[in-house]
T-cell receptor, first 116, second 114 residues
Framework: GAGVSQSPSNKVTEKGKDVELRCDPI?????LYWYRQSLGQGLEFLIY????????KSGLPSDRFSAERTGGSVSTLTIQRTQQEDSAVYLC??????????????FGQGTRLTVV | AQSVTQLDSHVSVSEGTPVLLRCNYS??????LFWYVQHPNKGLQLLLK??????LVKGINGFEAEFKKSETSFHLTKPSAHMSDAAEYFC????????????FGAGTRLAVHP
């Protein structure tokens, strides 16, 4: 595919369950970002992967949140023991040349997570 | 530290009138600046981007933005609003260099009235 792909597009889960959200970045893009957008809010940075460097996890809101990126490509965001406040749209983005002037990020359509 | 301030959380205009969405940034490095648009229940789409090549940038759908270093601003404008412009707009800064974290403003919701 030509764009960033996220799955599932919608996820409803019960409070306390674990969920996994998947992101397939654009092929060849070395940088990958996860953001969270709660209802009526802006974008909250979660985590950033760049090549083989250690990820920037400074935005993860609690230790229930984790993410990995396998083989420098696909990324999975895992939320353990989900809480109602985790309900949000989770957005993934990738970019080709981070640090190069004007490099834009391409966003997926997001995963809408609802915790009931 | 880098930051972005969008000065208006909501802007309301009439169709056919000009649009101005304000953005101020703070960056320790030569920044790249972007405007993204998000229509309801849609993903984020790039409107335009600034690099050092030109201070006046033209984007899609008739939008423009002007980089003013002295004012640390990157305001988004359009001469004539269309109903389809109703959306959320985000100003984004990334510092040049090896670390390219995207720093988002809080967003401005644009309403366009007939």
């Amino acid at each position: 595919g030509a764009g960033v792909s996220q799955s599932p597009s919608n996820k409803v889960t019960e409070k306390g369950k674990d969920v996994e959200l998947r992101c397939d970045p654009i092929s060849g893009h070395t940088a990958l970002y996860w953001y969270r957008q709660s209802l009526g809010q802006g974008l909250e940075f979660l985590i950033y992967f760049q090549g083989n460097s250690a990820p920037d996890k400074s935005g993860l809101p609690s230790d229930r949140f984790s993410a990995e990126r396998t083989g420098g490509s696909v990324s999975t965001l895992t939320i353990q023991r989900t809480q109602q406040e985790d309900s949000a749209v989770y957005l993934c983005a990738s970019s080709a040349f981070p640090g190069v002037e004007g490099t834009e990020a391409f966003f997926g359509q997001g995963t809408r997570l609802t915790v009931v | 530290a880098q930051s972005v301030t969008q000065l208006d959380s909501h802007v309301s205009v009439s169709e056919g009138t000009p649009v101005l969405l304000r953005c101020n940034y703070s960056s320790s490095y030569s920044p790249s600046l972007f405007w993204y648009v998000q229509h309801p229940n849609k993903g984020l789409q790039l409107l335009l981007k600034y690099t050092s090549a030109a201070t006046l940038v033209k984007g899609i759908n008739g939008f423009e933005a002007e980089f003013k270093k002295s004012e640390t601003s990157f305001h988004l404008t359009k001469p004539s609003a269309h109903m389809s412009d109703a959306a959320e707009y985000f100003c984004v800064v990334t510092p040049a260099g090896g670390y390219n974290k995207l720093i988002f403003g809080a967003g401005t919701r644009l309403a366009v009235h007939p």
